[in-house]
């Protein structure tokens, strides 16, 4: 936008897109996958990445780049790129910078379908993990590193064990190591919490939750925080710093700086591999989402602290986790990092254990059971047997996925409906 100095608020529903004169007031959906150019000259200053502009929307689309600079002025970085889904986006942030016989450290309390991106798939393709408990010293973390180590990975609040990292330590950790930060901002989103200021280089969302906001759209985000300098360690990130011979032998960091560097590598030589693309109707929705993101962030963290006292009190529930409540051990971690809130989500067990979780989730009548989560309506999921259900008994542990915990996504309703709703389910129990 023209004015840099625009608060959080205006910056959801106006930032990225300023239309002209008589031009849409609503971002275009430019639904178009080819863009016509005079001569072949014109288009090949493109493909030298000599001059901006789109040819196939696998690569770019610019209503795709539209919501993505949104976001990045939403993070407070430098540039951003949509990706097709959250998993796309993990994916990507790791392998661009990452390759076979490499090595990353990861917080072992992340969500599931990721934990499985790095542990299983990404460990055949020859890049090799290490989790490590969030809350490790600073010893047992600065022990996790190897000289291959490419980057450091975590989630601000974890889904759905709801951990909540202590960014400042991992960023440490990781710039004493001469490597990024990587945090997955999904659950928190920029409105509670901006990973850049608290020392993170790179930030993934699934847009497909809060920042959506609606089930309507599957996707993922990038950006980049512009502010880690790859050229100190030019053998640790050849990639950014030696030339692409499969892009016309560009080099990144001396073509678009610090600031460019990173996400221009992902689009021109990943999606154009790997074409994980998110569609222009998507984009569009994606905005429309964000546009009250700062409106609905407030609701979801009300709600759900209420339900999480309401929980907190009940004889038929063993334990409550939600960083919001004084007894959590993430309080004031949590105030530190997200004074506002830190999202909609509650874990709990119910007494009686998975056989109870289960009757209790089939008594709801306001909840929906769904795979989805961070939504507008309340969603209620036994991560065990569903999104974590790759995991062995010792995995789950470690994830801070128990057997018997529920998660319950608080919606925009009426917070005393999703009390209701929880207490004549408990009753059947």
Known sequence: MANENLRFETVCVQ????????????????????????????????????????????????????VAAKIAALEGGTAAMLLGSGQAASFYSVFNIASCGDHVVSSSSIYGGTYNLFAVTMKRMGIEFTFVDPDCTEEELNAAFRP???????????????????????????HAHGVPL?????????????????????????????????????????VDSGKFDWTKYPDKFPGLCTPDES?????????????????????VQLMRDLGSVQSPQSAYLLNLGLESLHVRMQRHCENALRVAQFLESHEKIE???????????????????????????V???????????????????????????????????????????????????????????????????????????????????
């Open 148 to 174: 291959n180590t490419k980057a450091v990975f975590g989630e601000t609040v974890a889904n759905p064990a709801l951990t909540v990292l202590d960014i400042e330590k991992f960023a440490n950790a990781a």
């Open 247 to 267: 892009y016309h032998g560009v080099t990144y960091t001396e073509r678009f700086g610090l600031a460019g560097a990173y996400i221009t590598k992902a689009t």
């Open 182 to 222: 990587i945090i997955d901002n999904t659950f928190a989103t920029p409105a509670n919490c901006r990973p850049f200021e608290w020392g993170a280089d790179i930030v993934t969302h699934s847009t497909t939750k809060y920042m959506d906001g609606h089930g309507s759209a599957v996707g993922g985000c990038i």
């Open 319 to 345: 334990w409550v986790n939600y960083a919001g409540l004084e007894s959590n051990k993430y309080y004031e971690r949590a105030k530190k990092y997200m004074p506002n809130g830190t999202c909609g989500v």
């Open 347 to 429: 874990s709990f067990g119910v007494k009686g254990g998975r056989p109870a979780a289960e009757k209790f989730m089939k008594n709801l009548k306001v909840a929906a059971i769904e795979t989805h989560v961070a939504d507008a309506r309340t969603c209620c999921l036994h991560p065990a047997s569903s999104t974590h259900r790759q995991m062995n008994e010792q995995e789950l542990i470690a994830a801070g996925v128990p057997g018997d915990l529920v998660r319950f996504s608080c919606g925009l309703e009426n917070a005393q409906d999703l009390i209701d709703d929880i207490a004549q389910a408990l009753e059947k129990i």
């Open 15 to 66: 930032g990225g897109y300023t239309p002209g004169n008589g031009e849409p007031r609503q971002v275009p959906i430019i639904q178009s996958t080819t863009f016509k150019y005079d001569t072949s000259e014109d288009m090949g200053a493109l493909f030298d990445l000599e001059a901006s502009g789109y040819f196939y929307s696998r690569l770019q689309n610019p209503t795709c780049d539209t």
